[in-house]
């Protein structure tokens, strides 16, 4: 699970710190959290591979716990997912950070940078280079992001389609995308196409981190024909597309994916953490500490 985490008790420049041994800690941090047994449908990678190697970041959109736990759309996620997974209770946005794009930023740095609006980055656009990517590819350590509906030939700085740029944190950042160049290659090689992620998992050639963003179909976010239901959406999703990273070398080889929403739909939460590796307790573990979307970026950076 996550380390807990006081979003106002830490400065940006001390939640950023990060080493080049930042993915064995971050196998320690989960075995700190209580992730250090097995779970009975899932085998133990061998001793030399014990700490997380690889983790997937997947976010849903704008729905409180309560309306996914036990709901009857959601027959995935509480029939296959949580039985074999741990899960958090009490796991929230940071306090009044709405609506989607603040939210995401957190995820990537830690704060929202005072915005509260889900505005293009020609308006919201950060110099900032205090981030986790970007300290993480400092570091040598590989990140790539799967966004579903994009193009892969230009780095995507708008909405297009089902493709909403406010899901997509990395390009808000001018060190991502050399100061919102569309044909920015740093950003256009590391912004992929979701499509290219059963590939990489086939070659065995996906990053360290990667953050995967559904379409705004996909991810509840919207009601959309043929099912118009958006918790039916993202768990028919789930169910078609989770499967394959669970199946993967990189997974079962110190593997670990996290899924969470964004924000609330109609307050801070309780909001979905859904955790599954091979080093968690899984078999339905759950805990009722309290979590933000700060405890999750520190679970990545420490």
């Known amino acids: 699970m996550p380390l807990p985490y006081n979003d106002a008790g830490r400065s940006k420049e001390d939640f950023m710190k990060l080493s080049k041994h930042v993915m064995a800690i971050l196998g320690l941090a989960a075995l700190l959290a209580g992730v250090t047994t097995f779970g009975s449908c899932q085998t133990p990678p061998p001793a030399s591979q014990a700490h997380i190697k690889t983790v997937f970041l997947i976010l849903m959109e704008n729905k409180n716990w309560v309306q996914i736990l036990g709901s009857s759309s959601a027959p995935y996620i509480n029939n296959t997912l949580l039985p074999i997974a741990s ?22 740095a830690g704060v929202n940078f005072g915005i509260f609006n889900d505005d293009p980055p020609s308006a919201n656009h950060q110099s900032t280079t205090s981030h986790l990517v970007s300290l993480l590819q400092k570091s040598g350590i590989s990140w790539k992001t799967y966004q579903e509906n994009i193009g892969g030939a230009d780095c995507p700085l708008v909405n297009n389609g089902l493709y909403a740029v406010r899901h997509n ?23 992929r196409p979701f499509g290219e992620l059963a590939t990489d998992l086939a070659n065995n050639t996906v990053a360290q981190y990667n953050f995967i963003t559904p379409n705004v179909c996909n991810d509840m976010h919207d009601s959309c024909a043929p099912l118009n239901d958006p918790i039916r959406q993202g768990d028919t999703w789930l169910s078609q597309n989770l499967p394959m990273i669970l199946d993967s070398a990189a997974y079962r080889s110190g593997g670990a994916v996290f899924v969470t929403w964004d924000e609330g739909g109609f307050s801070d939460g309780p909001i979905g953490m859904i955790v599954l590796s091979p080093f968690a307790k899984g078999n ?19």
């Open 87 to 108: 899960h958090a209770e009490l796991y929230f946005n940071p306090p009044l950070v709405h609506p989607s794009l603040p939210n995401y930023l957190w995820l990537e």
């Open 284 to 302: 339905g573990y759950r805990n009722f500490i309290r979590y933000t979307h700060g405890s999750t970026l520190r679970t990545f950076q420490e």
């Open 169 to 191: 944190p990395f390009v808000y950042f001018d060190d991502v995308t050399d100061n919102g160049n569309p044909n920015s290659a740093n950003c256009i090689s590391h912004v």
